[in-house]
């Protein structure tokens, strides 16, 4: 008994210290579950109490870190810029992370100012090269591209990423410097991959001998060759496989090498790129992916500006930000990231109500660390709109929609709290065949594939990958993505195909593919004899990748074909998804109803957990589903998880238990609400389902076709604070916007009051309702009879109203809401033009052409409705 007292007083505290160091750990490296942010020191022109005062301010509104980019300054502060890695910068970056552990913040750094890495420290031959025909060889030449948007300090050439040399003399200025500081960020940073032209390095023609095994001088012709015969096909997969590695092994492998000596994480950007990106993000700690411009959803009332060009930058792609996510899945990797709401809408345009739909589509997409894009340092005593980056959305103190983020915030905190503690349950894992990309056109400076996330219709959707994925995708199976390089990290057995995280997939999907390494078919080899399951699209690889010795090599691509359809857990299929579901591979169905969703799981099982065959006792599978389309509402739905099911809210952080009931194929499925622009987790935990009986099934289905009643009574408005000082007070029949009540409220930007009174319809008997605001722009902060209902910042609108909230007549509606600033702007651009004051490239409108606000059209404003009440649990 006295031993068992000593055990259980000892695994206190082992606990309670365990408890001590994490909760020392969690406060020096922020809350990675709230949402952090880019935050642009301009020409470091920065002081202890501003940064103090900033950061503080970051901290209430539930901000969990800073990601600090120094960048170009301000005109008129030139006195106070503050050169790069000087001793007074090193000293401001030393008190910011002091001030980020007192306040729970984290703080990374980019390792350099601007993009890409370069500066004055990089000298010619260090600096990025592309090659160049010189008497009927190749040979190198500098591409002088200089460092974008740099800082004080910071100017300079962009170095070759290609060179394992040259990046090591790179990072010898922060040997010097940052390393020897006591305060440390979390983790350094490395932006996309923005490198324009850059397409060699000074020892190119060695490392393509030592790797290929042949002179690229000998291939010229094939390699100049635009008439894309055979042979010049080969020749260019080995130079894209050579730029690969060397970007692989030259920069990222030896970047991560130097962060983790000097006791940082790494944060890396590998879109962009002329390389795997796959392999690239196995080098990070933290992958991170991007989210710029909008993603057009069909969601009623979102809005998206027109005068985003679409054929320029492009627009976000759940299957592009999947390279970073597999990556994590696969390697264990428990955060990954995201650049989010880049130019979402021009300035002084953006709603809370326009960033949540994206947010939603990168957690589908397997990100589970928000960074925003982003808050520029701006001093106290600045007056508005302050200091502001050139890339719009504006998430700092300036921002019209800064009081109401802690509601952004708060949302985002839960659901990353809940997808950061689950493990991926993803049954598919897609090969991605690079190979087959490096034979097609690139469309890139430099005659170079790079992967990037704006143009995915560049190079992935063409590609029968793309084309395969996106049908996954739409048709509800879980996937991830895997490289040449990574295959080597799986086993196999009668559970699955196990990756080094200890993440299980039920199948390796082959896209059709012509080329391929044969040493990527020796690794499917012997995971099929160790039981994987290996499905090939149409047709098995019949050449190997690379000009060298092709045609053995092509002959042992097909030996091992033949050999690999001779296993029985192989097919070649002509039929992928009838094969898929002959195998019993998992699908969501609902999801082509237009729903994106993310499945994992939760518990003390092994990682990899969630399916009937592994799943232990105590797991939960959750699912993120989010509805950015605008065909589902409500419906009996099957999900692949069995047991008992409850939805959890994280806008209302409420939970409740999702109605069960056998279906016409002896399937459970539960009842699922969930409107265009909504989001919730459904867990589904061990234990028998509680079955709904028909009475009950009923009155659901009833319940969710309720009738609707719209408040006809006309509206009182007021305006209460804002610019310019509005004084107008006026009753309304209809709502309308507020710019149309007079030529002054077309400029106003501010808060406005709404006031009506309704009565219940008569032999009204609901328990509950909810009230829908309609179209509001942008916030609303709802009171009835006098007590606070909530507020209403995303779409749908809605709120939920409490039992016996309601009188059966005299009811009061008090509804304050808050608009854009772009309004005033319109006024304030014209009457004070001098706050356009940036060095570089100053202030841009979203289509990159000089800020001017003052042809802009009054934005609607205010609350447009309809405003109407639905019975709930009659």
């Given at each position: 008994?006295?031993?068992?007292?000593?055990?259980?007083?000892?695994?206190?505290?082992?606990?309670?210290?365990?408890?001590?160091?994490?909760?020392?750990?969690?406060?020096?490296?922020?809350?990675?579950?709230?949402?952090?942010?880019?935050?642009?020191?301009?020409?470091?022109?920065?002081?202890?109490?501003?940064?103090?005062?900033?950061?503080?301010?970051?901290?209430?509104?539930?901000?969990?870190?800073?990601?600090?980019?120094?960048?170009?300054?301000?005109?008129?502060?030139?006195?106070?810029?503050?050169?790069?890695?000087?001793?007074?910068?090193?000293?401001?970056?030393?008190?910011?992370?002091?001030?980020?552990?007192?306040?729970?913040?984290?703080?990374?750094?980019?390792?350099?100012?601007?993009?890409?890495?370069?500066?004055?420290?990089?000298?010619?031959?260090?600096?990025?090269?592309?090659?160049?025909?010189?008497?009927?060889?190749?040979?190198?030449?500098?591409?002088?591209?200089?460092?974008?948007?740099?800082?004080?300090?910071?100017?300079?050439?962009?170095?070759?990423?290609?060179?394992?040399?040259?990046?090591?003399?790179?990072?010898?200025?922060?040997?010097?410097?940052?390393?020897?500081?006591?305060?440390?960020?979390?983790?350094?940073?490395?932006?996309?991959?923005?490198?324009?032209?850059?397409?060699?390095?000074?020892?190119?023609?060695?490392?393509?001998?030592?790797?290929?095994?042949?002179?690229?001088?000998?291939?010229?012709?094939?390699?100049?060759?635009?008439?894309?015969?055979?042979?010049?096909?080969?020749?260019?997969?080995?130079?894209?496989?050579?730029?690969?590695?060397?970007?692989?092994?030259?920069?990222?492998?030896?970047?991560?090498?130097?962060?983790?000596?000097?006791?940082?994480?790494?944060?890396?950007?590998?879109?962009?790129?002329?390389?795997?990106?796959?392999?690239?993000?196995?080098?990070?700690?933290?992958?991170?992916?991007?989210?710029?411009?909008?993603?057009?959803?069909?969601?009623?009332?979102?809005?998206?500006?027109?005068?985003?060009?679409?054929?320029?930058?492009?627009?976000?792609?759940?299957?592009?930000?999947?390279?970073?996510?597999?990556?994590?899945?696969?390697?264990?990797?428990?955060?990954?990231?995201?650049?989010?709401?880049?130019?979402?809408?021009?300035?002084?345009?953006?709603?809370?109500?326009?960033?949540?739909?994206?947010?939603?589509?990168?957690?589908?997409?397997?990100?589970?660390?928000?960074?925003?894009?982003?808050?520029?340092?701006?001093?106290?005593?600045?007056?508005?709109?302050?200091?502001?980056?050139?890339?719009?959305?504006?998430?700092?103190?300036?921002?019209?929609?800064?009081?109401?983020l802690p509601l952004l915030n708060h949302y985002i905190e839960r659901c990353q709290a809940r997808l950061q503690t689950s493990k991926p349950d993803n049954d598919v894992l897609v090969y991605f065949p690079i190979h087959?990309?490096?034979?097609?056109?690139?469309?890139?400076?430099?005659?170079?594939?790079?992967?990037?996330?704006?143009?995915?219709?560049?190079?992935?959707?063409?590609?029968?990958?793309?084309?395969?994925?996106?049908?996954?995708?739409?048709?509800?199976?879980?996937?991830?993505?895997?490289?040449?390089?990574?295959?080597?990290?799986?086993?196999?057995?009668?559970?699955?195909?196990?990756?080094?995280?200890?993440?299980?997939?039920?199948?390796?999907?082959?896209?059709?593919?012509?080329?391929?390494?044969?040493?990527?078919?020796?690794?499917?080899?012997?995971?099929?004899?160790?039981?994987?399951?290996?499905?090939?699209?149409?047709?098995?690889?019949?050449?190997?990748?690379?000009?060298?010795?092709?045609?053995?090599?092509?002959?042992?691509?097909?030996?091992?074909?033949?050999?690999?359809?001779?296993?029985?857990?192989?097919?070649?299929?002509?039929?992928?998804?009838?094969?898929?579901?002959?195998?019993?591979?998992?699908?969501?169905?609902?999801?082509?109803?237009?729903?994106?969703?993310?499945?994992?799981?939760?518990?003390?099982?092994?990682?990899?957990?969630?399916?009937?065959?592994?799943?232990?006792?105590?797991?939960?599978?959750?699912?993120?589903?989010?509805?950015?389309?605008?065909?589902?509402?409500?419906?009996?739905?099957?999900?692949?998880?069995?047991?008992?099911?409850?939805?959890?809210?994280?806008?209302?952080?409420?939970?409740?238990?999702?109605?069960?009931?056998?279906?016409?194929?002896?399937?459970?499925?539960?009842?699922?609400?969930?409107?265009?622009?909504?989001?919730?987790?459904?867990?589904?935990?061990?234990?028998?389902?509680?079955?709904?009986?028909?009475?009950?099934?009923?009155?659901?289905?009833?319940?969710?076709?309720?009738?609707?009643?719209?408040?006809?009574?006309?509206?009182?408005?007021?305006?209460?604070?804002?610019?310019?000082?509005?004084?107008?007070?006026?009753?309304?029949?209809?709502?309308?916007?507020?710019?149309?009540?007079?030529?002054?409220?077309?400029?106003?930007?501010?808060?406005?009051?709404?006031?009506?009174?309704?009565?219940?319809?008569?032999?009204?008997?609901?328990?509950?309702?909810?009230?829908?605001?309609?179209?509001?722009?942008?916030?609303?902060?709802?009171?009835?009879?006098?007590?606070?209902?909530?507020?209403?910042?995303?779409?749908?609108?809605?709120?939920?109203?409490?039992?016996?909230?309601?009188?059966?007549?005299?009811?009061?509606?008090?509804?304050?809401?808050?608009?854009?600033?772009?309004?005033?702007?319109?006024?304030?651009?014209?009457?004070?033009?001098?706050?356009?004051?940036?060095?570089?490239?100053?202030?841009?409108?979203?289509?990159?052409?000089?800020?001017?606000?003052?042809?802009?059209?009054?934005?609607?404003?205010?609350?447009?409705?309809?405003?109407?009440?639905?019975?709930?649990?009659?």
């Amino acid at each position: 008994m006295k031993y068992s007292f000593l055990i259980g007083l000892s695994l206190i505290l082992w606990l309670s210290l365990f408890l001590s160091s994490y909760a020392q750990t969690q406060q020096a490296e922020g809350n990675s579950t709230r949402p952090w942010t880019y935050w642009w020191w301009m020409g470091s022109a920065v002081t202890e109490p501003d940064i103090t005062y900033q950061l503080e301010q970051f901290a209430r509104a539930g901000i969990g870190g800073v990601h600090i980019i120094p960048i170009y300054g301000v005109k008129g502060y030139e006195k106070q810029f503050i050169p790069f890695l000087t001793d007074r910068w090193l000293a401001v970056f030393a008190h910011t992370v002091r001030e980020g552990k007192r306040l729970g913040l984290g703080v990374d750094l980019t390792t350099g100012t601007g993009w890409p890495f370069g500066g004055p420290h990089v000298s010619p031959d260090m600096a990025a090269k592309e090659w160049k025909i010189n008497n009927d060889k190749l040979t190198s030449i500098p591409t002088k591209q200089q460092v974008k948007r740099p800082a004080p300090g910071g100017q300079g050439l962009v170095i070759d990423y290609f060179s394992k040399q040259a990046v090591e003399q790179y990072l010898q200025q922060f040997d010097s410097t940052l390393i020897r500081l006591p305060e440390k960020p979390r983790a350094v940073y490395n932006d996309s991959y923005e490198v324009y032209g850059a397409n060699w390095t000074d020892n190119f023609l060695t490392e393509f001998q030592v790797r290929r095994g042949y002179d690229l001088n000998n291939q010229l012709a094939a390699f100049l060759d635009t008439t894309r015969t055979e042979t010049s096909l080969l020749v260019h997969q080995d130079y894209h496989q050579t730029l690969a590695e060397l970007l692989r092994d030259g920069f990222a492998k030896t970047w991560s090498d130097w962060a983790h000596k000097a006791g940082y994480r790494t944060r890396n950007q590998a879109h962009g790129s002329p390389g795997n990106l796959l392999d690239l993000y196995a080098l990070a700690d933290i992958p991170e992916t991007e989210s710029f411009g909008s993603s057009r959803f069909a969601i009623p009332g979102l809005r998206v500006d027109a005068n985003y060009e679409v054929d320029r930058f492009g627009t976000p792609n759940p299957l592009a930000m999947k390279f970073a996510s597999s990556t994590a899945h696969l390697m264990g990797k428990p955060l990954v990231s995201s650049e989010t709401g880049t130019w979402l809408a021009n300035h002084f345009q953006v709603s809370l109500s326009q960033i949540k739909p994206q947010v939603d589509e990168l957690f589908a997409s397997g990100i589970n660390h928000i960074f925003y894009h982003g808050i520029p340092y701006s001093p106290q005593a600045e007056t508005w709109p302050g200091w502001l980056f050139y890339a719009s959305t504006n998430y700092g103190p300036t921002s019209h929609f800064w009081p109401h983020l802690p509601l952004l915030n708060h949302y985002i905190e839960r659901c990353q709290a809940r997808l950061q503690t689950s493990k991926p349950d993803n049954d598919v894992l897609v090969y991605f065949p690079i190979h087959d990309l490096w034979t097609t056109q690139a469309k890139s400076a430099g005659g170079i594939h790079q992967l990037e996330v704006h143009h995915v219709e560049r190079w992935l959707l063409p590609q029968p990958f793309g084309q395969l994925c996106e049908q996954l995708s739409t048709r509800g199976y879980s996937i991830d993505y895997i490289s040449d390089g990574l295959l080597s990290s799986l086993t196999a057995s009668k559970q699955g195909i196990r990756s080094i995280s200890g993440a299980i997939y039920q199948v390796i999907l082959v896209p059709r593919t012509t080329y391929i390494p044969e040493t990527s078919l020796r690794e499917l080899a012997k995971l099929a004899r160790q039981g994987a399951k290996i499905v090939f699209d149409g047709q098995l690889p019949q050449q190997a990748a690379g000009f060298y010795n092709h045609k053995a090599r092509s002959e042992e691509v097909q030996r091992l074909g033949k050999s690999l359809q001779q296993l029985p857990t192989v097919t070649v299929s002509k039929g992928v998804f009838e094969t898929m579901n002959r195998l019993g591979i998992r699908v969501e169905l609902w999801a082509a109803e237009g729903l994106s969703f993310i499945r994992k799981s939760r518990g003390y099982g092994h990682p990899g957990y969630g399916h009937p065959q592994r799943t232990l006792s105590t797991d939960t599978t959750q699912y993120f589903i989010t509805n950015l389309s605008n065909h589902f509402h409500q419906n009996w739905i099957a999900l692949s998880a069995t047991g008992q099911v409850n939805r959890y809210d994280p806008l209302t952080n409420q939970s409740q238990p999702l109605p069960i009931r056998k279906g016409s194929n002896g399937q459970n499925e539960v009842f699922l609400q969930i409107e265009p622009g909504q989001s919730y987790f459904v867990n589904v935990s061990p234990g028998n389902p509680v079955y709904a009986n028909s009475a009950s099934q009923k009155r659901i289905v009833d319940n969710s076709t309720a009738k609707s009643v719209t408040l006809r009574n006309p509206w009182q408005i007021q305006f209460v604070t804002g610019r310019p000082a509005m004084t107008l007070s006026t009753t309304i029949p209809v709502l309308t916007s507020w710019t149309t009540l007079s030529d002054s409220a077309g400029y106003f930007s501010g808060k406005a009051r709404y006031t009506t009174t309704f009565d219940l319809p008569t032999g009204a008997n609901a328990s509950a309702y909810t009230i829908d605001l309609g179209d509001v722009r942008e916030v609303a902060e709802v009171r009835l009879n006098g007590q606070p209902l909530g507020t209403a910042w995303c779409i749908p609108f809605r709120l939920s109203i409490p039992p016996n909230r309601l009188k059966p007549s005299g009811n009061q509606l008090d509804i304050a809401v808050k608009n854009l600033s772009a309004n005033y702007m319109r006024l304030y651009d014209r009457q004070n033009p001098g706050w356009k004051k940036f060095y570089d490239i100053n202030i841009v409108d979203i289509r990159y052409k000089p800020f001017d606000a003052t042809h802009w059209e009054a934005m609607p404003s205010g609350l447009l409705g309809p405003v109407t009440l639905t019975p709930v649990g009659q």
